[in-house]
């Protein structure tokens, strides 16, 4: 039976001096051609790295965007079934925004993310804010100026209870989905968190 430490091996072997660094071949005697000291046979990699993967464009920012696409049709379906003259232009803006930002995070578009993430924080604040303070009128000050505020209250003012708050979950997964890089967890809690909202939209347009 061979012993493994004993295998004697035929040909050159690339050998490492520790001491003084010297590459070359190894000597029957183990020893340093240069400085004498015994060499071993790792050799070190040098300097010479596999270069690092591109980063790919994380999953999450994708399911949103499909989401994101998703709940702008179901919006826009809503509308087409049901016109209402008060929010008309508020409501097609918000499906409009809905598809164009979610079609931009589905082909991948770095900057689509931030965009969502940022939206979908601010609509969370707003539809959250609101409802918290028909409740408690005294105890908020607005948090985002007027300027912003006024559309985006057009847009979710008659909403309803259940429509807001799938709106605010809606908002909450598209965050969680875009920020940073989500797992799969994080992604499913994510879509877990959108779908209500698209199923309220549709929903909205079946009941009439
Ligand atoms: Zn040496």
């Keep these: 039976m061979l012993d493994p430490e004993h295998v004697v091996t035929n040909g ?16 029957p ?7 004498g000291m015994p060499v071993e046979t790792d050799v070190p990699q040098g300097t010479t790295r596999v270069a690092a ?24 379906w809503g509308f087409g079934e049901n016109p209402t ?14 598809v164009v930002l ?6 991948a ?12 924080a601010i609509a969370a604040v707003v539809v959250s804010e609101d409802l918290v303070r028909a409740r408690l009128p005294d105890l908020f000050r607005d948090l ?4 912003l505020r006024a559309p985006l209250r057009d847009l979710l003012g008659d909403l309803g209870l259940l429509a807001s708050t799938s709106l605010v979950a809606f908002a909450a997964g598209a965050v969680l989905l875009v920020v940073a890089r989500p797992g799969r967890v994080r992604i499913a809690v994510g879509v877990a968190l959108s779908l209500p909202a698209i199923a309220v939209a549709v929903l909205r347009v079946l009941a009439g």
């Design 53 to 76: 993967a591109p980063e790919r464009f994380p999953i999450g920012p994708r399911v949103a965007g499909g989401l994101m696409v998703a709940a702008g049709l179901a919006l826009a």
């Design 109 to 120: 578009l770095p900057a689509a993310r931030w965009a969502a993430g940022v939206a979908g």
């Design 12 to 27: 050159p072997e690339p050998a490492y001096c520790p001491r003084c660094g010297l590459k070359h071949m190894r000597r």
């Design 85 to 98: 003259a008060e929010h008309r232009w508020a409501l097609l803006a918000g499906a409009a925004a809905l």
């Design 29 to 35: 005697d183990w020893l340093c051609p240069r400085c």
């Design 144 to 147: 985002l100026p007027a300027v």
């Design 102 to 107: 979610g079609t931009a995070a589905l082909v």
